[in-house]
């Protein structure tokens, strides 16, 4: 079963922290993504990522970094979290030439 | 920018009923529309899709109907059941592009 796995479930962390999301995708996908969800907001991209080390903003970056080192890796960077980052953080793949997105399950981060 | 404006925010259909969730979107360069249906705790997962070739696609209970003209397109759920309950997003996008635009989200309850 092909599978978008988020390293954690749920997130406590406190204001200025460095806070390290992971998602690991094993479905040989080139493209990968991270967006946030908040309630009325719908899906809002922060960065996406079409090969290994390269990457894209997307309509929400401020405030974060991403790296991609492997292609089955792309990680999401929270330089020093704010309350205003507490949000569902979702990762997807994609392949190219394919609008398929798989999703992870989320990770609900808290910044306290 | 908000491309893609999805409503109802939210929707209570009785079980048996239809439920009708709208979306428009603003990009005439648009041509592949999605829809993703999401569980509490879980990632949306891809529901159905259509291109603007046709102007309705079923899958089961599931049909999308597609007005190229208006720049429209909704997602009908027959005979709506409670397993149905769920927030669906749509979303938007074109070829050569790898990103999706999604609406905003309608939280769907059927109630028994």
């Known amino acids: 079963d092909v599978k978008v796995t988020q390293s954690s479930r749920y997130l406590v962390k406190r204001t200025g922290e460095k806070v390290f999301l992971e998602c690991v995708q094993d479905m040989d996908h080139e493209n990968m993504f991270w967006y946030r969800q908040d309630p009325g907001l719908g899906l809002r991209l922060i960065y996406f990522s079409y090969d290994v080390k390269m990457k894209e903003k997307g309509d929400i970056p401020e405030g974060y970094s991403v790296s991609r080192e492997k292609k089955e890796r792309f990680s999401l960077i929270l330089e020093s979290a704010s309350t205003n980052q507490t949000s569902m953080y979702l990762c997807?793949?994609?392949?190219?030439w394919g609008w398929g997105y798989t999703f992870g399950s989320g990770t609900r981060l808290t910044v306290v | 920018q908000q491309q893609v404006k999805q409503s109802p925010q939210s929707l209570i259909v009785q079980k048996g009923g239809i439920s009708i969730i709208n979306c428009a979107y603003e990009n005439t360069a648009f041509d592949y529309f999605p829809w993703y249906q999401q569980f509490p705790g879980k990632g949306p997962a891809l529901l159905i899709a259509?291109?603007?070739?046709?102007s309705e696609k079923k899958e089961g209970r599931f049909t999308i109907s597609f007005n190229k003209s208006a720049k429209q397109f909704s997602l009908h759920i027959m005979d709506s059941q409670p397993g149905d309950s769920a927030t669906y997003f749509c979303?938007?996008?074109?070829?050569?592009?790898?990103?999706?635009?999604f609406g905003t989200g309608t939280r769907l309850t059927i109630i028994p």
């Open positions: 997807a793949s994609s392949p190219n």
């Open positions: 259509i291109r603007p070739d046709v």
């Open positions: 979303a938007a996008t074109n070829f050569g592009n790898e990103k999706l635009t």
